[in-house]
């Protein structure tokens, strides 16, 4: 089992509609949540993080975390083209607290269509 | 975030060849990581830094060396570079709240 597990995609939405990407992870010890963009060919790009249980909403994006189930998602109101990308789950490692030790899921690729 | 630089952007070697990458970095970050992006494998912890001249082993830091003699720079350096190596280097800086920030990465081919 991966410690941090997202469906590679690709999920294809239309231009509008909520995007829902789904992480799991394996640790019940980790405390703290990320989502980073990836466009293509360039550098990740945090865009959310979460640390306690229920939502958490900036502007179009909401991360949405549940520790008993070991789940962590991301909520993309009104998805534009300009969404296109891979987006990255990150979880701390840990026993590490406070060290930034992350672990990285592989991404799941979102296809926004006008 | 601008305040992570990279150099070079881009580099083509040789087997056999040392090689280092240089992390510069204007936020005055703490803690400083090398990460390498395949195919496959997503982003991969080499090795980090949590303050100068205190560093260690990330999860695949064979073949990999690393110094922070100052706040700012972070090196990685590949003693004797090979094939297996060509990939995509991302350099990071964070603080205590395990949030992450990337510079624009190195794209290495080792032929």
């Known amino acids: 089992q991966k410690e941090v597990e997202q469906n590679s995609g690709p999920l294809s939405v239309p231009e509008g509609a909520i995007a829902s990407l789904n992480c799991t992870y394996s640790d019940r010890g980790s405390q703290s949540f990320f989502w980073y963009r990836q466009y293509s060919g360039k550098s990740p790009e945090l865009i959310m993080f979460i640390y306690s249980n229920g939502d958490k909403e900036d502007g179009r994006f909401t991360a949405q975390l549940n520790k008993a189930s070991q789940y962590v998602s991301l909520l993309i109101r009104d998805s534009q083209p300009s969404d296109s990308a891979t987006y990255l789950c990150?979880?701390?490692?840990?026993?590490?607290?406070?060290?930034?030790?992350?672990?990285f899921g592989q991404g799941t690729t979102l296809q926004v269509k006008p | 975030d601008a305040g992570i630089t990279q150099s070079p952007r881009h580099k083509v070697t040789e087997t056999g060849t040392p090689v280092t990458l240089r992390c510069h970095q204007t936020e005055n970050h703490r803690y400083m990581y090398w990460y390498r992006q395949d195919p496959g494998h997503g982003l991969r912890l080499i090795h980090y830094s949590y303050g100068v001249k205190d560093t260690d082993k990330g999860e695949v830091s064979d073949g990999y060396s690393v110094s922070r003699s100052k706040t700012e720079d972070f090196l990685l350096t590949l003693e004797s570079a090979t094939s297996s190596q060509t990939s995509v280097y991302f350099c990071a800086g964070g603080g205590h709240t395990d949030t992450q920030y990337f510079g624009p990465g190195t794209r290495l081919t080792v032929l």
């Open positions: 990150a979880v701390n490692r840990p026993g590490s607290s406070n060290t930034g030790k992350l672990i």
